[in-house]
């Protein structure tokens, strides 16, 4: 499928639609939010984005207002962590994620008043430098699952910036998160939009959501027809239409140089609940301590769009939305980039957008047999890789072929595995070949 733009981007050439088709089981979508009452405890690891772990910025016994500071780090690239209940940090305890590490967290028992934090008041943002001040000091971050700390995305050198793009695609199955968010708080989304163009000079900005979700394109469309700026472009429903990559060669038909960045080629890319949340912060000042989850999966009772104080612990979320029996399969994310989650204890954090609990559904895997050549795990890779080849590469553990194969530009979007017929372990053959491929090549580059 080949498509055009038009308006300012309208040199850039047409592109060819890559992914696959997969069925969208998105039966909350039409589910407005329900907000979670208070749990029990509140536990806030300290790592909960990409870059360096905070510091616990609270002691033992403290009392805690809603929007306090929790977790600090003095790295450039890290965002600081707040409260999102009134109460006593009980304690500061060791946790472990789900890929091995560990690291410390927060555990605050609420007290029920939900008392705001004295300090909360909309931030002074006078240009563009002090709205990414202010972000900064906000907790946001990519709240498409990513955890990019937003500020330093905005931080660049936006001078070769044309096109601020938000991405409302939301391809994963069951999720429909983001979908709420479009339908649900339009304002807050272009609120954050129009204040980041006002600031940044960066002339344009384009919503980019999925056909299959007519009521945002519409209302959004309507919402933006006063300003000339900012647009809503469609795109076919396709997995995996959100992930950055994809979604920029499909809008702008621009490609990511290897080892480069969107901003590299003149575009940002903002999931468009972070967007939401810049227009929401900077109204009311209060930085991110509640986010809205897809919670679904056919364990569950009452499949909703949940708003949720991060930190709540998984279990707990379960119970609210009930279990029609035990779970076999939990995953936090969609079916096919979350990552499964055994301990029924640890909290939804911020990149967060979905839990899900399966008794049957996805969980009986048909036997892995041998490859029979089909190449539809060629044909249907967005980035254009040839998993099957890079699995073997990575069986033989060869750094040269991988680093033809370009196997550190998989996305992790897990088609491949989808699409296999073989039902090969490709995506996850792949993602580690990418951490093979790149430690050895850290490895060779500390030798030189
Ligand atoms: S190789 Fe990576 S990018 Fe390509 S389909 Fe597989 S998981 Fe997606
Ligand atoms: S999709 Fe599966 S069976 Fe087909 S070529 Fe790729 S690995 Fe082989």
Redesign the pocket.
Known sequence: MVRLLGGALGRLRSVELRGVRIPHNKATAELATTRMPLPTQVILPMHQHVGASCVPQVKRRAHVDVGTLIGHSDARMSADIFSPVSGTVREIRSIHYSDGRSDEAVVIVPDGEQTVDSAICPPEVTDYASLVEAVRHSGIVGLGGAGFPTWLKMDSDLSSIDCWLVNGAECEPYLSSDYREMVENPQTILHGISTCLDLSGVPRSLICIEDNKPKAIELLRQMAADDPRIDVFTLPARYPQGASRVILRNVTGRSVPRGGHLTDVGALLFNVTTMSEIGRFLQDGMPLTKRRITVMGDAIERPQNLEVFIGTPIGETLEFCGLKEEPRKVVIGGPMMGITQTELDAPITRPNSGLLAFAHDVVDRPQTT?????????DNCPMRLT??SI?KAYQRRDVEDLDELMADLCVECGT?SY??????P?AQSVRFARSFLRAEQRKARERR
Request: include cysteine.
């Open positions: 041998a490859c029979i050549r089909c190449g539809a795990c060629i998993p099957i699995q491949c699409v296999c017929p073989a039902k090969q490709l």
